[in-house]
């Protein structure tokens, strides 16, 4: 099957997907940028014995009202994070509404009757702390991190938007302006990022995976006062709520906080399942977009499994051996040994609440051609179906994934963040199990997952095919499933 784009727009991508599956902490540190200064106090290293309990001290409670909360305390340093999780982004959708979950999440900023618009983030500010938040397909998630002194007060305020956002037409409609002037950035004028949103259309028959975050721009262009009011009602409940609180706490005194701010609140009906599966694929898919661009760049993604398969965890190891630094197979192969590739690299995410997918892509160098960088990713995958995994190249990529694990933990907000996404998406004991899942996996299970999954039925191909102008964009590719 082809499906081929012919347009003279720019579009954009999703942010970096959070990884805590591989190591790969490309969100975890975008978050720990814009979360400042406070976090710099919490990169204390490790102490060694403590690499495996990391998530022992998890303190676990369930609300009356059906809000989950989880408790770790690191006194490390006077500093608490403090997250909350719903259990809704572009997943739970339909056609015709989507990008709605993130227009959520930028009202939800608007105030409430008892808290103006702009005092949320100015109580937080002040002192010296940081606020923000992010969608993804299957979650939206708000937090606060800075002095431990505060959590009262921000549970307090936590718990009032949680139920009494007060957005009127005209704000609402500013707010619309505000995304849909940030899809036109991030993906409408973005080459690699508009070929990467038709491409996932084509991966996706029939799951809600198949549009994007930011959603489409008609779709945003038509969602009404009432059809966000509506939403929210739906979705921000204490029941479809994980709540985290990590760092200088004592957990009763910190349950007790939480009881008296978000104990009174109502629990809704639960909200409605998604209950789309993506079929069989029986063959594979092309997608070509043409857009004004400097460099072509070719995608190919392949339908995998999740958290929910044994499978996920040596399709994990294998996607770092082919893509994680410069000694992986396919920097040193493409970029650096055939000088193929300008750049070249896999991503595979297995957190998430439905099976989603393995990409690999590349960039070709200029002089090369994209038929040329597609034969090299295959043979890549050919050499991973036929030949095993030297013991000395897998026990690298179990080292890689190690190290990165635990160096992640020296953030409060890190370790947060993977107890919130894994509560929210699957049960955040995986946690404790995946590293020594990773220890055991084999070469032979390396060599059995890429014949099983990385097959061309399972396969969907986007291709930038450039239109050359003075003034194009690079069209530099990077996988994505989270805005902010």
């Not at 262009?221 to 509506?230: G, H, K, V, W």
């Not at 400097?294 to 993604?301: D, G, L, R, S, T």
Request: glycine share 6%.
């Amino acid at each position: 099957m082809t499906v081929t784009s012919k347009c003279l727009k720019a579009g954009g991508i999703d942010r970096p997907r959070a990884r805590w599956a591989a190591g790969r902490l490309r969100i975890g540190l975008l978050i720990l940028l814009l979360a400042g200064s406070w976090l710099s106090l919490c990169a204390i290293p490790l102490r060694a014995a403590d690499e495996g309990n990391l998530f022992n001290n998890v303190v676990e409670h369930k609300l009356a009202n059906g809000l989950k909360v989880l408790l770790l305390r690191e006194p490390r340093a006077p500093i608490v994070t403090l997250q909350v999780w719903y259990r809704v982004g572009s997943r739970n959708e339909a056609l015709g509404k989507t990008g709605i979950s993130h227009l959520c999440e930028h009202l939800m900023f608007k105030g409430t009757a008892k808290y103006g618009p702009k005092y949320f983030s100015q109580e937080v500010q002040k002192v010296g702390g940081t606020d923000n938040a992010f969608t993804s397909r299957n979650y939206t998630a708000y937090f606060e991190t800075g002095p431990k002194e505060q959590l009262r007060h921000w549970l307090e305020m936590e718990a009032d938007r949680m139920k009494g956002i007060n957005v009127d037409e005209k704000a609402f409609e500013t707010e619309k302006k505000v995304v849909i002037e940030e899809r036109r950035l991030r993906t409408e004028d973005d080459p690699a990022s508009f070929m990467q949103e038709a491409t996932m259309a084509a991966t996706f028959e029939a799951h809600p995976y198949q549009w994007p975050v930011i959603g489409w721009l008609h779709d945003i262009e038509s969602i009404s006062l009432d059809d966000y009011r509506t939403y929210y009602h739906r979705y921000y409940l204490p029941n479809n709520c994980t709540l985290v609180v990590v760092g200088d706490i004592d957990p009763k005194e910190a349950l007790s906080q939480i009881e008296a701010t978000f104990g009174s609140l109502p629990a809704g009906p639960e909200p409605p399942k998604v209950t789309a599966q993506e079929p069989k694929h029986h063959g594979p898919i092309r997608v070509e977009v043409q857009r004004e661009a400097q460099f072509p760049i070719v995608v190919m993604n392949y339908h995998v499994p999740n958290w929910q398969s044994d499978d996920a965890y040596p399709l994990d190891l294998m996607t770092r051996i082919l893509s994680a630094g410069r000694s992986s197979r396919l920097y040193h192969d493409l970029v650096y040994t055939q000088k193929l590739a300008l750049d070249a690299g896999a991503d595979y995410d297995f957190d998430t609440t439905d099976p989603f997918i393995l990409t690999l892509y590349g960039q070709p160098m200029p002089g090369k051609t994209v038929p040329q960088v597609e034969a090299a990713l295959e043979q890549e995958i050919k050499r991973l179906q036929t030949e095993l995994v030297g013991d000395k190249e897998l026990q690298k990529a179990k080292n890689q994934v190690a190290a990165s694990f635990y160096m992640g933990m020296d953030s409060i907000f890190y370790r947060a963040m993977l107890l919130g996404r894994t509560a929210t998406v699957a049960r955040w004991t995986l946690l404790k199990e995946f590293i020594p899942k990773i220890q055991q996996v084999t070469s032979e299970q390396i060599r059995e997952v890429a014949k099983k999954y990385l097959i061309a039925d399972s396969r969907t191909t986007g291709i930038l095919i450039p239109i050359k102008t003075g003034k194009a964009p690079s069209g530099r590719f990077h996988p994505g499933g989270v805005i902010r």
